[in-house]
């Protein structure tokens, strides 16, 4: 479904990700783990035409998207949720939902169907839909994002670092939500530190250091790699 080859991204004199080869099959759920800064925000923002990669192709169903805007990207099915959310905290959770459902303009039944399926997903949201986002909670806020994101109806969300910030309880929900929302039919990207949350959902997954994959396998080699369990798992 998606197929990054060689990709490369410098700023200026400094090379971000250094020729990132990762594939995602349809309906799976792939996991990129690396640490801050090992540039898993920067694979995200090269697939969704945020940061243009100087080397190398990205396919998305067949088709180079290499160079597509963001919102043609929406358009072809594509949705990052950003780390950091990136909400309007003085607007409602409606509308914050509303903006993420931009692609069904003119298209009002659409637009209903999409965010009754949120409601649906996320309960609370529905209970706190005329509340300003910036009155909820570090969870529900990540919720939202997730929500706003899944208002396009894509085929594949990218999800950076959905657990960050939040409290253990929370972490557990937020995973179990992000496995509902792969099993209910779209292929999920997840950029996480917390890898063995992620690698417990996960079917696969690359790991990230200095803007290259070090690593990739399925979930449980991944999970019982030595050197995964002494960097990211502390066991
Ligand atoms: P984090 O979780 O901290 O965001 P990450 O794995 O997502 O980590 P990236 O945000 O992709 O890492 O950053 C990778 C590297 O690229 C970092 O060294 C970062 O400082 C650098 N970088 C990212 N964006 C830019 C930019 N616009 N200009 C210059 N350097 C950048």
Redesign the pocket.
Known sequence: MLKLTDVTVR??A?Q?LNNINIEVEEGELVVLL??????????F?AISGL?KPTVGDIRFLGESVKGNSPDRMVKVGVVQCP?GKKLFPDMTVQQNLMMGGFVHRGKKTQLKNSLEEVYELFGILRDKKDDSAGSLSGGQQQMLAIGRALMSKPKLIML??PSIGLAPLIVEQMFSIIQKINQSGTTVLL?E?NANAALKIADRGYV?EN?AVVLKGSSAELFNNDAIRKAYIGA
């Open positions: 700023f200026g400094f971000a690396g640490a801050n800064g090992a540039g898993k925000s920067t694979i923002n940061s780390e950076d670092e950029a530190q990230i803007g």
